[in-house]
């Protein structure tokens, strides 16, 4: 039911009052009315459905997505598709308004007993994206597969959009939008541009390209006077888009309270996951593979499995970061500029051209801890169109400004390295970083290391000399060369010797479980603030997991696999996080 509305309080103002106490008693009435009124439940069915009818009859559902558009939907109401049936055009609405004990929920029915797919599809081919949502909250979406391949921009669709969605959120006007969950999702085979289209070469090393893309799921905040909070995505499924599979962008604290859990990313032609303006956010369980493809001709081409910026208060972990392919960036996860308090711990980064562990310049206490690295880095500059090295570990003082600042504060600890003999192992350390802290990491680099500069759009100088409050102790090197002479920072306290992985070169974290106890059992030391830090990290320095669920006892062991005096694992069970005190 739609409220009556009154033309304008003039009109009130100028009618005798016993007839204007009955107006407001007539639409205080309706208000009641209208929050009394039950929820109601819109079924729809593309080739069974008729819009003629009220919708609400499972035996009798509407047609078209155009119907539900044009119905204005309340607090608890639900949409639902037939399942294994296919919608085409897009679900869109500006202000929904749910509220937390009823949200407004889109989700799939089954239309009859035998039915075998449970999901309805949406195809917004030629659409902004297949579901649009501006300035809302509080809403529900779950068990849909979103695609949008090719199409161009439909007659009626914004003039100005440059992007193609499987799903989009955005917030464009002044306000707080909360209470988004998406749930079950299948966003697949987005693009703008058609099937056959080549994308310019010049687009790759552009910043985030300068053509139109298809991206997966956007949270979009448009401006600072309106934040989107409380973002959940559970158990959600992102293959196929010409750009980045999962994206946050928002002013500075514009996206807060952000959850990711079991997310699987596969063949994206940008990043997996990207976030902007984020604070507070926990991302779990994520498998992301094949991030800045190069499958499709419209793709990017070039992306990090995550990366984030001007983002604080973010864990990243129990994940795993795979074949990140692109001639720039493209790590399993780095940490942009401008960030605080990004915390990766407990991944399997693999296979990634850009390398492993990268922080840019004004990042203030970001931390890798207990992540396996296998084969990282393996990009060679002036290669294939690479313009920059692929590298295991790179500290850059890079933040867009002309004046390159920091990083600040930052940890590398209890990390397992492995990098074949087929590869050089590169590091660069920007000489503006100020407080490094590596310390307890196994490097077990079977070929040769060498320190190159930091080559982020201009090249930080090598470092040729300390840098400030930096700690550099008891890591393990497979041979003794295995951090640069070059570099002027060398381990005060190093450790030299073969940790004798299970299978070394393997595909699973259980292959780098070192068989050599003597080398590694109880030879960490307790990781201390680094000098001159007041914070350390906020999630705490001493975590009492291991990478596979191990209990940490005593020291800690070299690496992120904690042994027995056997050399074996006692549990491998994925960690729970919790802090020594």
């Not at 979103?146 to 992007?163: C, V, Y």
Request: proline fraction near 5%.
């Amino acid at each position: 039911m739609k409220l009556l509305r009154t033309r304008n309080f003039s009109t009130l103002a100028a009618v005798a009052p016993w007839r204007r106490a009955c107006q407001v008693w007539l639409a205080t009435c309706l208000l009641f009315a209208c929050a009394a009124s039950p929820a109601a439940t819109y079924y729809v069915h593309p080739l069974a459905g008729n819009d003629h009818g009220p919708g609400t009859n499972l035996n009798a559902p509407w047609q078209t997505l155009e119907k539900v558009n044009s119905t204005y939907l309340r607090a608890g109401d639900q949409v639902l598709l037939a399942g294994g049936q296919t919608s085409q055009g897009q679900l869109a609405f500006d202000g929904l308004a749910g509220t937390t004990q009823a949200p407004i929920t889109f989700s799939s029915y089954q239309p009859s007993a035998t039915a075998s797919d449970t999901r309805a599809t949406i195809d917004g081919r030629g659409y902004v994206a297949a579901i649009h949502l501006k300035n809302s909250h509080h809403v529900q979406i779950s068990n849909l597969v979103l695609t949008a391949n090719g199409g161009g921009l439909r007659i009626g669709q914004p003039s100005n959009a440059d992007l193609r969605c499987g799903l989009l959120i955005q917030a464009d006007a002044a306000g707080s939008y909360e209470g988004f969950q998406l749930g079950n999702l299948l966003v697949k085979d987005v693009s703008f541009e058609e099937p056959g289209f080549v994308r310019p070469l010049e687009d790759v090393n552009t910043a985030n390209g300068k053509t139109r893309y298809g991206w997966g799921i956007r949270f979009m905040v448009e401006t600072d006077k309106a934040q989107m909070r409380d973002v959940s995505v559970v158990d959600c499924q992102i293959e196929n888009v010409n750009h980045t599979g999962l994206k946050f962008t928002a002013p500075s604290n514009g996206l807060a309270q952000v959850k990711v859990e079991r997310l699987r990313v596969l063949n994206t032609g940008g990043p997996g996951v990207q976030m902007s303006g984020v604070h507070g956010g926990h991302l779990s369980e994520l498998y992301v593979n094949g991030s800045g493809s190069t499958n499709d001709t419209r793709n990017w081409g070039r992306g990090s499995g995550l990366w984030t910026w001007t983002s604080s208060d973010v864990v990243i972990e129990k994940s795993q970061f795979l074949n990140a392919n692109g001639p720039g960036d493209s790590a399993g996860v780095h940490i942009d500029f401008n960030c605080r308090n990004v915390i990766v711990q407990y991944n399997l980064s693999m296979h990634n051209a850009g390398g492993f562990c990268e922080i840019l310049g004004n990042n203030h206490n970001c931390a890798y801890r207990y992540n396996v690295s296998v084969n990282d880095g393996f990009r060679v500059k002036g290669e294939h169109g690479a313009f920059q090295e692929g590298k295991i570990f790179w500290l850059s003082g890079y933040s867009s400004s002309k004046t390159r600042q920091g990083p600040f504060n930052s940890y590398f600890y209890n990390n397992t390295i492995y990098v074949s003999a087929d590869s050089v192992a590169k590091i660069a350390v920007a000489p503006t970083s100020d407080g490094v802290l590596i310390a307890n990491n196994i490097f077990c680099i079977q070929g040769r290391s060498e320190l190159v500069k930091g080559d982020q759009y201009r090249p930080d100088p090598k470092a040729t000399a300390a840098q400030k409050n930096f700690v550099f102790e008891n890591n393990l090197y497979l041979r003794a060369d295995n951090w640069p002479a070059a570099m002027p920072n060398q381990d005060r306290a190093p450790i030299v010797g073969d940790p004798g992985f299970r299978n070394a070169g393997g595909l699973k974290l259980e292959d780098y479980i070192p068989t050599k106890a003597q080398l590694v059992k109880n030879r960490g030391v307790h990781i201390k603030k680094i000098p001159q830090d007041e914070i350390g990290l906020t999630v705490g320095l001493n975590p009492d997991r291991d990478i596979l669920g191990n209990k940490i006892v005593g020291l800690p062991d070299l690496g992120a696999i904690e042994i027995s005096r056997e050399g074996r694992t006692a549990t491998q069970t994925p960690p729970a996080v919790a802090e020594k005190k």
